[in-house]
C-alpha cells in the first residue's frame, strides 16, 4: 500500500477508503475511532516524528486526512526521541488556530517527503452537487439569506471560528465554533417560524485539501428538529456524507436542501 490514512471521527475515513484501488493503511489518533475501519496503528502528536519514519519505512508516499481530530493537548512527559526535533514546530502551531496548525501539520508531511491528497480528490462524489437536491426549492427570502450567511463566513474568517452560521430574515443568529454545526443548531431550538437557514462553506484560504467542511445525515436531523427552513451549502467546497440520506431526511422534515453556486 502506497497511502495512509489518517482518519479521524466519523464516516468520512471509510467512506474515503472505499473509494481507493488499494487498501489503505490506516492511522488513527489515540483515543479516536473512526467508523467502520480497522485501524493499523495509533499515534498522539508527542509520537509524530515516529509516525513519520514508520510511514516511509512501509513504502507510504501518499496520505490523506479525514474525520475531526480535536486540537491535541501536548505532554512533554510523552515525547520520543523521533518527535524532539519537532517541537518547535508544535509550539508555534499550536498558538495559531485551526488553519494555521493545520498548515503546518500539511507543510511537515510534504517537507518529510508525502504527498498530501484531499479527500474530495480521493472521492469526488461526495463533493455538494450543484443546484436543488430536495423536493422543496428556496424562496427569495432564503437566497437571500443563503448571501448573507456566505458574506458572514467570508467576513469572519481572519478569526477562524468557524465555517457554518445560521440566519434568519437577513442577519445571523448564530455563528459556528470549536464545538462545530450540530451542536451550533441544537443550542437554537426557537427557530419554527422564522424560516431560518443553516449555510455552511469554506473559510477564506482555508485548506481544502486536509479540511473541507462536511455535511451529512445527523446534520439535517437536527436542522428539521430546531425548525430550519432549510440546509444551503457551497457547491464544490463542501463533502456530502451519504448525500441520498441527506435528501431523504431534508424531504421528512420538509426542508431545503440546496447546493449554492454563489450566485
Known amino acids: 500500500m502506497t497511502l495512509a490514512l489518517i482518519a479521524g ?15 489503505a493503511f ?20 508527542e509520537t509524530l516524528g515516529s509516525l513519520l519514519v514508520g510511514l516511509g519505512e512501509r513504502g507510504v508516499t501518499e496520505v490523506c486526512f479525514a474525520g475531526g481530530i480535536d486540537r491535541p493537548v501536548f505532554d512533554p512527559a510523552r515525547l520520543d526521541a523521533e518527535t524532539a526535533p519537532l517541537v518547535p514546530m508544535f509550539v508555534e502551531a499550536l498558538k495559531q488556530g485551526d488553519d494555521g496548525a493545520l498548515r503546518v501539520v500539511k507543510d511537515l508531511f510534504e517537507k518529510t517527503g508525502f504527498a498530501v491528497r484531499g479527500a474530495h480528490e480521493i472521492a469526488p462524489h461526495l463533493l455538494a452537487r450543484s443546484g436543488v437536491q430536495g423536493a422543496v426549492w428556496p424562496d427569495a427570502q432564503m437566497r437571500h439569506d443563503a448571501d448573507v450567511g456566505a458574506d458572514h463566513i467570508a467576513t469572519i474568517s481572519a478569526r477562524d471560528i468557524g465555517q457554518a452560521c445560521i440566519v434568519a430574515d437577513g442577519h445571523v443568529v448564530a455563528t459556528e465554533d470549536a464545538s462545530g454545526t450540530d451542536k451550533m443548531i441544537a443550542a437554537c431550538q426557537d427557530l419554527a417560524g422564522q424560516r431560518a437557514i443553516l449555510f455552511k462553506g469554506p473559510k477564506q484560504r482555508q485548506i481544502l485539501t486536509i479540511d473541507m467542511p462536511t455535511i451529512g445525515p445527523e446534520t439535517f436531523d437536527a436542522a428539521g428538529r430546531a ?32 447546493s449554492r453556486t454563489g450566485e
Open 9 to 23: 471521527r466519523g464516516d468520512l475515513p471509510a467512506l474515503i477508503a472505499a473509494a481507493l484501488d488499494e487498501p
Open 26 to 45: 490506516v492511522c488513527a489518533y489515540e483515543g479516536t475511532d473512526p467508523h467502520g475501519l480497522d485501524v493499523d496503528l495509533r499515534f498522539r502528536l
Open 227 to 258: 425548525g430550519l427552513a432549510g440546509v444551503v451549502v457551497d457547491a464544490g467546497d463542501v463533502l456530502v456524507l451519504h448525500a441520498d440520506r441527506c435528501v431523504a431526511l431534508a424531504d421528512e422534515h420538509g426542508i431545503v436542501f440546496w
